[in-house]
Structure formats: structure tokens, C-alpha cells
Nanobody, 118 residues
Framework: VQLQACGGGLVQAGGSLRLSCAAS????????VAWFRQAPGKEREFVAH????????YYADSVKGRFTISRDNAKNTVFLQMNSLKPEDTAVHYC????????????WGQGTKVTVSS
């Protein structure tokens, strides 16, 4: 399984970015795909996930109402639309996948950096 994340960049507070995570190597119909982020000097934190089969999303409280996770079955790609960005959203964002029954995410992308200026 390979995950390729992209879409990060520099944006002003209040702006938007859309991250993409292209997956290859297998079907993800029984998987959950997630976004995590790690800010400088902080631990990695969960952002959002989506159940591939149903499209059901789940968000961390810190991004609820501002971020939207979605997937494109045909392209095997998951998106994270980030609106109303805040300086505290600055972090390297990673996508990851795991089987529905797994406790931990076992495949990770390389990360894409998001910087939000005030």
C-alpha cells in the first residue's frame, strides 16, 4: 500500500486549502482513511477519518465545522477540504489507512506541510 499526500502550502488565516491523499496497491473498501497532523514541538493528533465503504466521516472537535473529509472511489483518493484556517492549524498533515478491525493505522503517507499565517 502506498499513500501520496499533497496540497499543503502557505495560506493566510481565514483561507482554505484542499489536501489530497492518493492510495494505491489495493482496494480500500474495508478500510478507514484518516488525516493526522503534527505541529512543531507537539505530538501527532487525529484530525478526521472516513469509512471508505460508506463515506461516513468523523472529525476532531478542533476542526469540526471547518474541515470536510471526502473520498473519490474512482480515483482512490481522499480529500481534506480545510476552510477558515487558523494559525494553530499549522502542521505537517499525514494521511493513513487501516483495516476497519485494526486498532492502529499501519500505512502512512509522507506528509504535506500546511502553514497558516496570522
Amino acid at each position: 500500500v502506498q499513500l501520496q499526500a499533497c496540497g499543503g502550502g502557505l495560506v493566510q488565516a481565514g483561507g482554505s486549502l484542499r489536501l489530497s491523499c492518493a492510495a494505491s496497491g489495493r482496494s480500500f473498501s474495508s478500510y478507514i482513511v484518516a488525516w493526522f497532523r503534527q505541529a512543531p514541538g507537539k505530538e501527532r493528533e487525529f484530525v478526521a477519518h472516513i469509512w471508505w465503504s460508506s463515506g461516513t466521516p468523523y472529525y476532531a472537535d478542533s476542526v469540526k465545522g471547518r474541515f470536510t473529509i471526502s473520498r473519490d472511489n474512482a480515483k482512490n483518493t481522499v480529500f481534506l477540504q480545510m476552510n477558515s484556517l487558523k494559525p494553530e492549524d499549522t502542521a505537517v498533515h499525514y494521511c493513513a489507512v487501516k483495516p476497519k478491525t485494526a486498532a492502529a493505522y499501519n500505512y502512512w503517507g509522507q506528509g504535506t506541510k500546511v502553514t497558516v499565517s496570522s
